[in-house]
T-cell receptor, first 115, second 116 residues
């Protein structure tokens, strides 16, 4: 069965610094997708970035980048130049076999950005 | 364009009562999903609709949970009778795509259900 592991319950970073949120995954399916979502205190889940298992390059979206290491089964989220508004819960998720679109989530990492 | 909306935002009910949660997906999105996060645990998949049909309901915990999607538009999730362990945040998400994989799911703000 697919599994996502986020080992950091909480992370602290100072404004303008970079931070890496860890995510490892387990699947036997050669085709899969990896996602990161942000959940601010208001509760909504905001899609940040996506990486397909066959993508040759690491995904980037503005200040977000995904450090995809397929052999190690890791998909860490890197946030550059942290801002106060980045304080939130961050969830790593995986979509398993094509045609079955459900997402499997990790337990999340709470990021606090300090001035 | 309006996002995914959910109603109510909060619900507090007593054990044994019935609660119905509603989700309105983004207009035109065929795929609708329900997820649940129990306190301190990961967000877990409940079920997936494609239009009005249940594509995957492997995550539904038991027969106290009933999901419907009338006419392929909004969806309801009914819990009857509610138990203490049903407390949590229920998320709805929607995505485009008809029969093909579409990767981005747009989530609603969730309904926080508390069963006392």
């Amino acid at each position: 069965a697919q599994k996502i592991t986020q080992t950091q319950p909480g992370m602290f970073v100072q404004e303008k610094e970079a931070v890496t949120l860890d995510c490892t995954y387990d699947t036997s399916d050669p085709s899969y997708g990896l996602f990161w979502y942000k959940q601010p205190s208001s509760g909504e889940m905001i899609f940040l970035i996506y990486q397909g298992s066959y993508d040759q390059q690491n995904a980037t979206e503005g200040r977000y980048s995904l450090n995809f290491q397929k052999a190690r089964k890791s998909a860490n989220l890197v946030i550059s130049a942290s801002q106060l508004g980045d304080s939130a819960m961050y969830f790593c998720a995986m979509r398993d076999s094509p045609g079955f679109q459900k997402l499997v989530f990790g337990t999340g990492t709470r990021l606090l950005v300090s001035p | 364009e309006a996002g995914v909306t959910q109603f109510p935002s909060h619900s507090v009910i007593e054990k044994g009562q019935t609660v119905t949660l509603r989700c309105d997906p983004i207009s035109g999105h065929d795929n609708l999903y329900w997820y649940r996060r129990v306190m301190g645990k990961e967000i877990k998949f409940l079920l997936h609709f494609v239009k009005e049909s249940k594509q995957d309901e492997s995550g539904m915990p038991n027969n106290r949970f009933l999901a419907e999607r009338t006419g392929g538009t909004y969806s309801t999730l009914k819990v009857q009778p509610a138990e203490l362990e049903d407390s949590g945040v229920y998320f709805c998400a929607s995505s485009q795509g008809q029969g093909k994989v579409s990767y981005e799911q747009y989530f609603g703000p969730g309904t926080r259900l508390t069963v006392t």
